[in-house]
């Protein structure tokens, strides 16, 4: 049985089992806001660390375990949406609300610039290969005309042939992979972050 017969098997099976319909529009109606934002609860328990107990505290990174919720969460959210995440279950200082949301916000923003940088670096690269695939082709067809090396002359269309497909690759795949990563950062930059009121802070 090849791969395509196991992935249809599989996905058969799937639908026989699964009697309720998952869509990531469902998940997003569940929490979508009146102004217009998806909600991401985050349950805060009494003795949970807000920031990493590893990281020194001048540092506030914020405690991995949090990180990962709010990314699985966001994860069945479109790009087009903007973010609310909503700290609940929890009584926090203002300072703490404060250092909390300004952290939250560093570590996101610390992730758009990084994928800019793999952008440029991305594009760059790509160039390189660009222009070092069509110098090697030209020294290939110009090569050809004075010596009768075929050995040389394949080893040099070889190169150029993969560095431009290498150019093309850094493009069009990972470069659009890239892109794709930095329009979901950007999604996470611009969250909003609020604070679900207690009795407590109520009276």
């Not at 998806?38 to 660390?49: A, G, Q, T």
């Not at 250092?99 to 793999?118: E, G, I, W």
């Not at 394949?154 to 659009?176: H, K, P, Q, Y």
Request: proline share 2%.
């Amino acid at each position: 049985m090849d791969k395509r017969e196991v992935f249809k098997k599989r996905m058969l099976a799937l639908k026989d089992n699964v009697q309720k319909k998952y869509s990531n529009k469902k998940f997003v109606e569940e929490r979508l806001q009146k102004d217009n934002t998806v909600r991401i609860d985050v349950n805060l328990p009494e003795d949970m660390d807000l920031f990493d107990p590893l990281a020194p505290a001048e540092y506030g990174q914020i405690n991995p375990e949090i990180l990962r919720y709010i990314d699985d969460q966001a994860y069945f959210v479109p790009t087009e949406y903007d973010l609310t995440v909503n700290f609940v279950g929890r009584e926090l200082t203002k300072q703490q609300q404060s250092k909390l949301t300004a952290a939250l916000h560093d570590h996101y923003n610390m992730q758009v610039y990084d994928k800019l940088d793999d952008i440029r670096n991305n594009r760059k690269l790509g160039i390189f290969l660009l222009v070092f695939g069509i110098v090697a082709l030209a020294a290939y067809f110009f090569i050809t005309i004075f010596a009768e090396n075929l050995v040389f002359h394949e080893v040099i269309s070889i190169v150029g042939t993969f560095a431009i497909w290498e150019a093309v690759d850094c493009w069009l795949i990972n470069g659009r992979q890239t892109k794709l990563e930095l329009h979901n950062s950007l999604q996470m930059a611009m969250l909003k972050v609020t604070f679900a009121e207690t009795e407590n802070s109520k009276n």
